[in-house]
């Protein structure tokens, strides 16, 4: 056991940044929730039909990808008529994923 690497790395993971982006992108099961992020980032909303068609879903498990982020709090929604349009609501996961992209 290198014991210098050890503590080094274990150091790297304490710093508050890494626990800050372990946390935020633990709330994501999979990549479609993460892409959603970056397509909401580009268009500030986006309806589920939207989202369906950018991710080559059903319109069933687009809803679904966004409902838990609803759930989670990440994501708010607007209705105009019968079309709900959702929107990053997390201005943390927002700034989390701009210095991403």
């Not at 210098?4 to 099961?29: C, D, G, H, P, W």
């Amino acid at each position: 056991i290198n014991q210098q690497n050890v503590t080094t790395a274990t150091n790297y993971l304490e710093k508050e940044k890494v626990q800050k982006s372990l946390r935020i992108l633990s709330k994501f099961t999979n990549n479609k929730q993460i892409n959603i992020i970056f397509y909401l980032l580009a268009v500030e909303e986006l309806c589920v039909c939207d989202i369906a068609c950018l991710l080559n879903l059903s319109m069933a498990s687009a809803s679904h990808h966004l409902r838990k982020l609803a759930n989670q709090n990440i994501l708010d929604t607007r209705r105009e008529g019968k079309i709900i349009y959702y929107f990053i609501k997390d201005e943390e996961i927002r700034e989390f994923f701009n210095q991403l992209g």
